[in-house]
């Protein structure tokens, strides 16, 4: 499975970006699909994660609490890709997001929030929210 994140860019607070994340290969593999992002000196933080192919739930979403609200993921299985809704967008924002793929097969969509259960990363785009 290969990813591909695209749409960042430089915004100001209280604007909005949309992320996108093209999927290719052995798609029918994934279960779910996340977006982690990570400033500068920081660890990767969970974003949001969504259910996407399998038995459970197909279309459960979850958020870290900070960003519920904010930010909606969505995704388009025709299209294999997933999108990161951001809406008012705030300076702490600002960070390379990345989006993810699982092949683990569990059932809630919370297991989902670990980096260690996706087996596919793309290569992250920038978001910078100047103040």
């Known amino acids: 499975v290969q990813l591909q994140a695209s749409g960042g860019g430089p915004v100001q607070a209280g604007e909005s970006l949309n992320l996108t994340c093209a999927a290719s290969?052995?798609?029918?593999?994934?279960?779910?699909m996340g977006w982690f992002r990570q400033a500068p000196g920081k660890e990767r933080q969970f974003v949001a994660a969504?259910?996407?192919?399998?038995?459970?739930?197909?279309?459960?979403?979850y958020y870290e609490d900070s960003m519920r609200g904010r930010f909606t993921i969505s995704r388009d299985n025709a299209k294999n890709t997933v999108y990161l809704q951001m809406n008012s967008l705030r300076s702490e924002d600002t960070a390379v997001y990345y989006c993810?793929?699982?092949?683990?097969?569990?059932?809630?969509?919370?297991?989902?929030?670990?980096?260690?259960?996706?087996?596919?990363w793309g290569q992250g785009t920038q978001v910078t929210v100047s103040s």
């Open positions: 290969g052995r798609t029918l593999i994934i279960s779910s």
């Open positions: 969504i259910k996407w192919g399998g038995k459970w739930s197909v279309g459960s979403t």
């Open positions: 993810a793929a699982s092949q683990r097969g569990y059932k809630e969509i919370a297991y989902f929030t670990s980096a260690s259960v996706y087996n596919y």
